[in-house]
Protein backbone atom coordinates (compact mmCIF):
# COMPACT_ATOMS: atom_id res chain seq x y z
CA UNK A 1 0.00 0.00 0.00
CA UNK A 2 1.48 3.45 -0.84
CA UNK A 3 1.93 5.74 1.94
CA UNK A 4 -0.37 8.25 0.28
CA UNK A 5 -2.91 6.11 0.41
CA UNK A 6 -3.49 5.37 4.32
CA UNK A 7 -5.87 6.36 6.66
CA UNK A 8 -9.28 6.62 7.44
CA UNK A 9 -12.39 7.64 4.24
CA UNK A 10 -13.57 11.18 5.93
CA UNK A 11 -16.93 10.05 3.65
CA UNK A 12 -19.57 12.98 2.16
CA UNK A 13 -22.18 13.69 4.84
CA UNK A 14 -25.68 13.63 4.94
CA UNK A 15 -26.45 17.56 5.39
CA UNK A 16 -30.23 17.23 4.13
CA UNK A 17 -32.98 14.92 4.07
CA UNK A 18 -33.05 15.35 0.05
CA UNK A 19 -29.33 15.81 -0.11
CA UNK A 20 -28.48 13.26 -2.71
CA UNK A 21 -24.72 14.58 -3.09
CA UNK A 22 -22.41 17.14 -3.27
CA UNK A 23 -19.80 18.77 -5.39
CA UNK A 24 -16.29 19.56 -4.05
CA UNK A 25 -15.80 23.21 -4.85
CA UNK A 26 -12.34 24.04 -3.37
CA UNK A 27 -9.85 21.96 -1.10
CA UNK A 28 -8.46 24.36 1.71
CA UNK A 29 -6.13 21.53 2.96
CA UNK A 30 -3.71 19.33 0.76
CA UNK A 31 -2.36 16.05 1.59
CA UNK A 32 0.62 16.36 4.23
CA UNK A 33 -1.35 18.77 6.66
CA UNK A 34 -1.50 18.14 10.21
CA UNK A 35 -5.76 18.45 10.67
CA UNK A 36 -7.51 18.62 14.02
CA UNK A 37 -11.26 17.73 14.45
CA UNK A 38 -13.61 20.37 13.07
CA UNK A 39 -11.25 22.19 10.37
CA UNK A 40 -12.32 22.76 7.29
CA UNK A 41 -11.36 20.49 4.91
CA UNK A 42 -13.44 21.76 2.04
CA UNK A 43 -16.19 23.89 0.31
CA UNK A 44 -18.96 21.09 -0.68
CA UNK A 45 -21.83 22.61 -2.92
CA UNK A 46 -25.42 21.26 -2.85
CA UNK A 47 -28.28 22.08 -4.84
CA UNK A 48 -29.30 24.38 -2.15
CA UNK A 49 -26.38 26.55 -0.65
CA UNK A 50 -22.46 26.06 -0.28
CA UNK A 51 -20.94 24.71 2.74
CA UNK A 52 -17.76 24.06 4.65
CA UNK A 53 -17.23 20.53 5.47
CA UNK A 54 -15.00 20.17 9.02
CA UNK A 55 -13.20 17.13 9.77
CA UNK A 56 -14.61 14.32 11.93
CA UNK A 57 -11.37 13.28 12.94
CA UNK A 58 -7.64 14.56 13.85
CA UNK A 59 -5.16 13.23 12.24
CA UNK A 60 -2.44 13.95 9.04
CA UNK A 61 -4.29 13.90 5.88
CA UNK A 62 -3.05 11.88 3.06
CA UNK A 63 -4.89 11.71 0.14
CA UNK A 64 -7.79 13.56 -1.74
CA UNK A 65 -10.40 11.36 -3.50
CA UNK A 66 -12.61 13.78 -4.81
CA UNK A 67 -11.76 16.43 -7.61
CA UNK A 68 -12.58 19.83 -7.33
CA UNK A 69 -15.52 20.36 -9.32
CA UNK A 70 -16.22 16.46 -9.03
CA UNK A 71 -19.58 15.57 -7.64
CA UNK A 72 -19.44 12.53 -4.92
CA UNK A 73 -22.83 10.83 -3.70
CA UNK A 74 -23.14 10.85 0.18
CA UNK A 75 -21.87 8.55 2.11
CA UNK A 76 -18.39 7.96 -0.91
CA UNK A 77 -15.32 8.99 0.68
CA UNK A 78 -14.05 12.48 -0.01
CA UNK A 79 -10.28 11.85 1.16
CA UNK A 80 -7.91 9.66 3.73
CA UNK A 81 -7.18 11.13 7.14
CA UNK A 82 -4.23 8.90 8.98
CA UNK A 83 -5.24 9.25 12.76
CA UNK A 84 -2.25 9.64 14.86
CA UNK A 85 -3.37 6.29 16.85
CA UNK A 86 -3.87 4.36 13.36
CA UNK A 87 0.02 3.01 13.23
CA UNK A 88 -1.39 0.42 15.57
CA UNK A 89 -3.79 -1.07 12.41
CA UNK A 90 -3.00 -3.77 10.73
CA UNK A 91 -1.22 -2.54 7.82
CA UNK A 92 -2.70 0.86 8.56
CA UNK A 93 -5.60 -0.20 6.11
CA UNK A 94 -8.31 2.42 4.89
CA UNK A 95 -10.90 2.63 7.14
CA UNK A 96 -14.30 2.53 4.33
CA UNK A 97 -16.61 4.68 6.40
CA UNK A 98 -20.42 3.45 5.89
CA UNK A 99 -22.05 3.67 2.58
CA UNK A 100 -18.66 4.61 1.18
CA UNK A 101 -17.91 3.56 -2.48
CA UNK A 102 -15.78 0.55 -2.53
CA UNK A 103 -14.07 1.25 -5.56
CA UNK A 104 -12.94 4.09 -4.30
CA UNK A 105 -11.87 3.12 -0.85
CA UNK A 106 -9.83 0.28 -2.37
CA UNK A 107 -7.52 2.73 -4.50
CA UNK A 108 -5.14 2.52 -2.37
CA UNK A 109 -2.63 -0.58 -3.50
CA UNK A 110 0.34 0.64 -4.79
CA UNK A 111 1.17 0.66 -7.93
CA UNK A 112 -1.76 -1.62 -9.50
CA UNK A 113 -4.03 1.45 -7.50
CA UNK A 114 -2.05 3.92 -8.79
CA UNK A 115 -2.80 2.52 -12.46
CA UNK A 116 -6.23 2.05 -11.60
CA UNK A 117 -6.52 6.00 -10.35
CA UNK A 118 -4.77 7.46 -13.50
CA UNK A 119 -7.47 5.05 -15.58
CA UNK A 120 -10.42 6.75 -13.90
CA UNK A 121 -11.68 9.75 -15.72
CA UNK A 122 -14.34 12.02 -14.79
CA UNK A 123 -16.92 13.03 -16.88
CA UNK A 124 -15.18 16.47 -17.90
CA UNK A 125 -12.26 15.06 -18.80
CA UNK A 126 -13.65 12.78 -21.40
CA UNK A 127 -15.84 15.13 -22.65
CA UNK A 128 -12.67 17.60 -22.94
CA UNK A 129 -10.97 14.46 -24.48
CA UNK A 130 -13.63 13.51 -26.85
CA UNK A 131 -14.23 17.09 -28.06
CA UNK A 132 -11.04 17.28 -29.36
CA UNK A 133 -9.45 14.00 -30.44
CA UNK A 134 -7.53 13.56 -27.25
CA UNK A 135 -5.60 10.25 -26.57
CA UNK A 136 -5.50 10.03 -22.99
CA UNK A 137 -3.48 7.23 -22.64
CA UNK A 138 -0.70 9.36 -24.41
CA UNK A 139 -1.25 12.27 -21.27
CA UNK A 140 0.56 12.46 -18.00
CA UNK A 141 -1.66 13.02 -14.83
CA UNK A 142 -1.11 14.87 -12.15
CA UNK A 143 -3.79 14.34 -9.71
CA UNK A 144 -3.68 11.72 -7.75
CA UNK A 145 -1.77 8.42 -7.86
CA UNK A 146 -1.67 10.21 -11.37
CA UNK A 147 -5.42 10.54 -12.62
CA UNK A 148 -5.25 13.24 -14.96
CA UNK A 149 -7.90 16.61 -14.36
CA UNK A 150 -9.33 18.58 -16.75
CA UNK A 151 -6.34 21.06 -16.12
CA UNK A 152 -4.19 18.34 -17.63
CA UNK A 153 -6.09 18.14 -20.81
CA UNK A 154 -6.63 22.56 -21.17
CA UNK A 155 -2.84 22.09 -20.80
CA UNK A 156 -2.42 19.93 -23.80
CA UNK A 157 -4.68 21.16 -25.37
CA UNK A 158 -3.34 24.75 -25.31
CA UNK A 159 0.21 23.44 -26.04
CA UNK A 160 -0.94 22.84 -29.24
CA UNK A 161 -0.30 19.50 -29.68
CA UNK A 162 -4.00 18.83 -30.46
CA UNK A 163 -4.55 17.58 -34.13
CA UNK A 164 -7.20 21.12 -35.02
CA UNK A 165 -8.58 18.61 -37.83
CA UNK A 166 -9.54 15.90 -35.44
CA UNK A 167 -12.58 14.16 -36.19
CA UNK A 168 -14.26 15.26 -32.81
CA UNK A 169 -14.33 18.98 -33.26
CA UNK A 170 -14.59 18.86 -37.49
CA UNK A 171 -17.29 21.94 -38.16
CA UNK A 172 -15.43 23.85 -34.74
CA UNK A 173 -19.13 22.95 -33.44
CA UNK A 174 -20.42 19.63 -32.10
CA UNK A 175 -23.61 18.67 -29.80
CA UNK A 176 -23.14 18.31 -25.69
CA UNK A 177 -24.98 14.92 -25.98
CA UNK A 178 -23.11 13.35 -28.67
CA UNK A 179 -20.07 13.84 -27.21
CA UNK A 180 -21.42 12.43 -23.88
CA UNK A 181 -21.89 9.46 -25.71
CA UNK A 182 -19.18 9.17 -27.75
CA UNK A 183 -16.89 10.07 -24.11
CA UNK A 184 -18.73 6.97 -22.86
CA UNK A 185 -18.33 4.65 -26.05
CA UNK A 186 -14.67 5.11 -25.70
CA UNK A 187 -14.41 4.41 -22.21
CA UNK A 188 -16.33 1.80 -22.31
CA UNK A 189 -14.19 0.30 -25.08
CA UNK A 190 -10.91 0.75 -23.02
CA UNK A 191 -12.93 -1.10 -20.05
CA UNK A 192 -13.25 1.93 -18.12
CA UNK A 193 -15.93 2.19 -15.72
CA UNK A 194 -17.50 5.82 -15.90
CA UNK A 195 -20.30 5.98 -13.36
CA UNK A 196 -23.79 7.21 -14.53
CA UNK A 197 -25.02 10.39 -13.36
CA UNK A 198 -27.20 9.58 -10.08
CA UNK A 199 -30.81 10.45 -10.52
CA UNK A 200 -31.91 12.48 -8.12
CA UNK A 201 -34.71 12.90 -6.97
CA UNK A 202 -36.60 16.28 -7.77
CA UNK A 203 -38.24 16.29 -4.15
CA UNK A 204 -38.97 13.90 -1.58
CA UNK A 205 -42.12 15.05 -0.13
CA UNK A 206 -44.39 12.55 -2.47
CA UNK A 207 -45.80 15.56 -4.05
CA UNK A 208 -45.96 14.92 -7.46
CA UNK A 209 -42.97 14.84 -9.49
CA UNK A 210 -40.46 12.05 -10.71
CA UNK A 211 -38.03 12.91 -12.50
CA UNK A 212 -35.49 15.45 -13.36
CA UNK A 213 -36.88 17.95 -16.45
CA UNK A 214 -34.97 17.24 -19.64
CA UNK A 215 -31.81 19.49 -20.89
CA UNK A 216 -31.89 20.75 -23.53
CA UNK A 217 -29.82 19.53 -26.26
CA UNK A 218 -27.43 22.72 -26.21
CA UNK A 219 -24.13 22.93 -28.49
CA UNK A 220 -20.99 23.76 -27.37
CA UNK A 221 -18.11 25.36 -29.03
CA UNK A 222 -15.35 23.08 -29.31
CA UNK A 223 -12.46 25.68 -30.30
CA UNK A 224 -12.75 29.74 -29.57
CA UNK A 225 -14.34 31.56 -32.94
CA UNK A 226 -11.99 34.70 -32.67
CA UNK A 227 -11.43 37.20 -30.20
CA UNK A 228 -15.09 39.19 -30.15
CA UNK A 229 -16.49 36.23 -27.34
CA UNK A 230 -14.74 34.31 -24.88
CA UNK A 231 -16.25 31.20 -22.38
CA UNK A 232 -17.16 31.12 -19.08
CA UNK A 233 -17.18 27.82 -17.37
CA UNK A 234 -20.70 26.73 -15.65
CA UNK A 235 -19.94 26.90 -11.83
CA UNK A 236 -22.29 23.79 -9.84
CA UNK A 237 -24.05 26.72 -8.36
CA UNK A 238 -24.97 28.22 -11.58
CA UNK A 239 -26.13 24.73 -12.85
CA UNK A 240 -27.98 24.45 -10.44
CA UNK A 241 -30.12 27.98 -10.60
CA UNK A 242 -30.25 26.77 -14.54
CA UNK A 243 -32.02 23.69 -13.64
CA UNK A 244 -34.15 24.68 -11.00
CA UNK A 245 -35.27 27.45 -13.15
CA UNK A 246 -36.20 25.60 -16.19
CA UNK A 247 -38.50 23.18 -13.79
CA UNK A 248 -40.60 26.00 -12.88
CA UNK A 249 -41.33 27.63 -15.74
CA UNK A 250 -41.62 24.22 -17.88
CA UNK A 251 -44.06 22.64 -14.97
CA UNK A 252 -45.80 25.44 -13.77
CA UNK A 253 -48.18 27.47 -15.94
CA UNK A 254 -47.06 31.42 -15.14
CA UNK A 255 -49.50 34.30 -15.19
CA UNK A 256 -48.91 37.44 -13.95
CA UNK A 257 -50.29 40.83 -12.60
CA UNK A 258 -49.16 44.01 -11.00
CA UNK A 259 -50.83 46.46 -9.22
CA UNK A 260 -49.42 50.67 -8.61
CA UNK A 261 -49.69 51.30 -4.39
CA UNK A 262 -49.12 54.70 -2.90
CA UNK A 263 -46.62 54.43 -0.39
CA UNK A 264 -46.24 58.31 0.49
CA UNK A 265 -46.91 57.99 4.16
CA UNK A 266 -44.95 54.89 3.93
CA UNK A 267 -41.96 56.84 3.58
CA UNK A 268 -42.85 59.57 5.78
CA UNK A 269 -43.05 57.18 9.28
CA UNK A 270 -39.68 55.54 7.69
CA UNK A 271 -37.71 58.60 7.80
CA UNK A 272 -39.39 58.78 11.15
CA UNK A 273 -38.14 55.70 12.59
CA UNK A 274 -35.20 55.02 10.68
CA UNK A 275 -32.67 56.60 12.72
CA UNK A 276 -33.90 55.70 16.17
CA UNK A 277 -34.06 52.30 14.92
CA UNK A 278 -30.50 52.49 13.88
CA UNK A 279 -29.58 53.42 17.30
CA UNK A 280 -31.59 51.22 19.03
CA UNK A 281 -30.93 47.97 17.21
CA UNK A 282 -27.69 48.51 14.83
CA UNK A 283 -29.32 47.81 11.30
CA UNK A 284 -31.05 49.74 8.80
CA UNK A 285 -34.56 50.25 8.86
CA UNK A 286 -35.52 48.82 5.28
CA UNK A 287 -38.77 49.19 2.98
CA UNK A 288 -38.53 45.52 2.84
CA UNK A 289 -39.61 45.00 6.79
CA UNK A 290 -42.77 46.94 5.99
CA UNK A 291 -43.59 44.72 2.55
CA UNK A 292 -43.18 41.47 4.25
CA UNK A 293 -45.22 42.37 7.06
CA UNK A 294 -48.17 43.81 4.46
CA UNK A 295 -47.96 40.55 2.58
CA UNK A 296 -47.85 38.29 5.78
CA UNK A 297 -50.94 40.10 6.96
CA UNK A 298 -53.00 39.78 3.36
CA UNK A 299 -51.78 36.29 3.36
CA UNK A 300 -53.67 35.48 6.90
CA UNK A 301 -56.99 36.36 4.77
CA UNK A 302 -56.26 34.24 1.72
CA UNK A 303 -54.29 31.40 2.92
CA UNK A 304 -54.80 29.51 -0.83
CA UNK A 305 -51.53 32.34 -1.94
CA UNK A 306 -49.61 29.94 0.65
CA UNK A 307 -50.28 26.44 -1.08
CA UNK A 308 -48.20 23.96 -3.51
CA UNK A 309 -49.94 21.74 -6.40
CA UNK A 310 -49.90 18.28 -5.71
CA UNK A 311 -51.28 15.00 -7.58
CA UNK A 312 -54.60 15.85 -7.31
CA UNK A 313 -54.89 18.31 -4.97
CA UNK A 314 -53.58 21.58 -3.62
CA UNK A 315 -51.97 22.10 -0.12
CA UNK A 316 -52.22 24.78 1.97
CA UNK A 317 -49.32 25.55 4.36
CA UNK A 318 -50.56 26.65 8.06
CA UNK A 319 -46.82 28.19 9.04
CA UNK A 320 -46.13 31.36 6.50
CA UNK A 321 -42.80 30.88 6.02
CA UNK A 322 -41.36 33.95 3.73
CA UNK A 323 -38.86 33.09 1.06
CA UNK A 324 -35.99 35.81 0.51
CA UNK A 325 -33.58 36.56 -2.89
CA UNK A 326 -30.75 37.45 -1.86
CA UNK A 327 -28.23 38.55 -5.06
CA UNK A 328 -24.54 38.09 -5.08
CA UNK A 329 -22.13 38.95 -7.82
CA UNK A 330 -22.47 35.08 -8.86
CA UNK A 331 -25.45 33.56 -7.68
CA UNK A 332 -29.17 34.06 -5.72
CA UNK A 333 -29.96 32.60 -2.73
CA UNK A 334 -33.29 32.07 -1.48
CA UNK A 335 -32.93 32.20 2.69
CA UNK A 336 -36.33 31.33 4.20
CA UNK A 337 -37.94 33.66 7.59
CA UNK A 338 -39.68 30.83 9.26
CA UNK A 339 -43.47 31.59 10.46
CA UNK A 340 -43.07 35.41 9.57
CA UNK A 341 -46.83 35.71 10.38
CA UNK A 342 -45.48 35.49 14.59
CA UNK A 343 -42.94 38.78 13.55
CA UNK A 344 -43.22 42.03 14.14
CA UNK A 345 -41.47 44.51 11.61
CA UNK A 346 -39.03 44.75 13.78
CA UNK A 347 -38.83 41.59 14.06
CA UNK A 348 -38.24 40.80 10.30
CA UNK A 349 -35.92 43.65 9.87
CA UNK A 350 -33.52 41.97 11.96
CA UNK A 351 -34.25 39.03 10.04
CA UNK A 352 -33.86 40.10 7.13
CA UNK A 353 -30.26 41.91 7.74
CA UNK A 354 -28.84 38.42 9.11
CA UNK A 355 -30.03 36.21 6.25
CA UNK A 356 -28.67 39.10 3.47
CA UNK A 357 -25.44 39.53 5.32
CA UNK A 358 -25.06 35.70 6.22
CA UNK A 359 -26.33 34.69 2.56
CA UNK A 360 -23.70 36.72 0.86
CA UNK A 361 -20.97 35.84 2.98
CA UNK A 362 -21.82 32.46 2.66
CA UNK A 363 -22.58 31.40 6.15
CA UNK A 364 -26.01 30.39 5.86
CA UNK A 365 -26.72 26.88 6.84
CA UNK A 366 -29.47 24.47 4.50
CA UNK A 367 -31.94 24.43 7.31
CA UNK A 368 -32.04 28.57 6.45
CA UNK A 369 -32.99 27.96 3.00
CA UNK A 370 -35.54 25.24 3.17
CA UNK A 371 -39.34 25.38 3.84
CA UNK A 372 -40.36 28.53 2.36
CA UNK A 373 -44.07 28.87 1.30
CA UNK A 374 -44.23 32.53 -0.48
CA UNK A 375 -42.03 34.30 -2.03
CA UNK A 376 -41.26 37.96 -1.90
CA UNK A 377 -38.08 39.93 -3.76
CA UNK A 378 -37.09 43.03 -3.51
CA UNK A 379 -36.37 44.47 -7.27
CA UNK A 380 -36.48 48.08 -6.23
CA UNK A 381 -33.29 47.79 -5.34
CA UNK A 382 -31.89 47.82 -8.27
CA UNK A 383 -33.99 50.69 -9.64
CA UNK A 384 -36.78 48.27 -11.09
CA UNK A 385 -40.01 49.72 -11.70
CA UNK A 386 -41.21 46.62 -12.91
CA UNK A 387 -40.35 43.06 -13.39
CA UNK A 388 -42.03 39.39 -14.31
CA UNK A 389 -40.43 36.99 -11.52
CA UNK A 390 -40.20 33.07 -11.95
CA UNK A 391 -41.86 31.15 -9.15
CA UNK A 392 -39.66 29.75 -6.56
CA UNK A 393 -40.91 25.95 -7.20
CA UNK A 394 -43.06 24.67 -5.97
CA UNK A 395 -44.65 27.22 -4.37
CA UNK A 396 -47.75 29.02 -5.75
CA UNK A 397 -46.53 32.38 -5.72
CA UNK A 398 -43.81 35.34 -6.16
CA UNK A 399 -44.32 38.78 -5.53
CA UNK A 400 -41.66 41.69 -6.28
CA UNK A 401 -41.82 45.48 -4.85
CA UNK A 402 -40.54 47.90 -7.28
CA UNK A 403 -38.45 50.98 -6.86
CA UNK A 404 -40.37 53.82 -4.76
CA UNK A 405 -40.76 56.89 -7.17
CA UNK A 406 -42.58 60.17 -7.06
CA UNK A 407 -45.15 61.10 -9.50
CA UNK A 408 -48.02 63.32 -10.32
CA UNK A 409 -51.16 61.67 -9.64
CA UNK A 410 -54.84 62.87 -9.49
CA UNK A 411 -56.79 62.94 -6.38
CA UNK A 412 -60.08 64.65 -5.67
CA UNK A 413 -59.39 66.35 -9.00
CA UNK A 414 -56.54 67.73 -7.62
CA UNK A 415 -52.77 66.96 -8.52
CA UNK A 416 -50.60 66.09 -6.34
CA UNK A 417 -47.28 64.62 -6.07
CA UNK A 418 -46.86 60.83 -4.40
CA UNK A 419 -44.47 58.45 -3.54
CA UNK A 420 -45.57 55.72 -5.88
CA UNK A 421 -44.53 51.92 -6.01
CA UNK A 422 -45.57 48.68 -8.48
CA UNK A 423 -46.25 45.39 -7.02
CA UNK A 424 -45.84 42.52 -9.28
CA UNK A 425 -47.26 39.55 -8.90
CA UNK A 426 -46.55 35.71 -10.99
CA UNK A 427 -48.73 33.31 -9.96
CA UNK A 428 -49.40 29.39 -10.55
CA UNK A 429 -52.27 29.44 -12.95
CA UNK A 430 -53.28 26.07 -11.67
CA UNK A 431 -53.84 27.09 -8.22
CA UNK A 432 -54.44 30.68 -8.21
CA UNK A 433 -56.74 33.12 -10.84
CA UNK A 434 -57.26 36.39 -11.17
CA UNK A 435 -60.05 37.30 -9.10
CA UNK A 436 -58.24 35.85 -5.93
CA UNK A 437 -54.87 37.33 -6.95
CA UNK A 438 -56.18 40.61 -7.37
CA UNK A 439 -58.18 40.58 -4.24
CA UNK A 440 -54.87 39.53 -2.52
CA UNK A 441 -52.84 42.37 -4.32
CA UNK A 442 -55.60 44.78 -3.31
CA UNK A 443 -54.67 43.36 0.72
CA UNK A 444 -51.55 44.12 0.28
CA UNK A 445 -52.07 47.45 -1.26
CA UNK A 446 -54.48 48.85 1.83
CA UNK A 447 -52.10 47.01 4.03
CA UNK A 448 -49.22 49.42 2.93
CA UNK A 449 -51.25 52.12 2.40
CA UNK A 450 -52.47 51.82 5.95
CA UNK A 451 -48.88 52.58 7.39
CA UNK A 452 -49.17 55.86 9.12
CA UNK A 453 -47.21 58.26 12.05
CA UNK A 454 -49.27 55.45 14.92
CA UNK A 455 -47.68 52.38 13.43
CA UNK A 456 -45.71 50.56 15.54
CA UNK A 457 -42.90 48.66 14.94
CA UNK A 458 -42.58 46.49 18.14
Request: charge should be negative; hydrophobic fraction near 40%.
Amino acid sequence: MSENMRGTAVPVPHLAESLVSATVGKWLRQPGDVIEQYDVLCELITDKVTVEMPSPIAGRLTALLVAEGETAPVGAPLCLIEEPNASGAPGGAVQPAAGASAAAVQAGGGSPAEEAMRSRYSPAVLKLAAEHGIDLSRLAGSGLGGRITRKDVEAHIASGAVNPGAAAVQGGVIPVAQAERDAAAAAAAEGVFVPASPKIPVRTTGLHLSENPPHTNVEAEGRMTGDREYLVDVTPVRSIIASRTRQSVTEIPHAWTMIEVDVTNLVHLRNKLKGEFMKQEGINLTYLAFVLKAVVNAIKDYPIMNSVWGVDKIIVKKDINISLLVGTEDFVLSPVIKKADEKTIAGLAREIDDLTKRGRAGKLTLSELEGGTFTVNNTGSFGSILSYPIINYPQAAILTFESIVKKPVVIQDMIAVRSIANMCLSLDHRILDGVICGRFLQRVKENLEGYNQETKLY
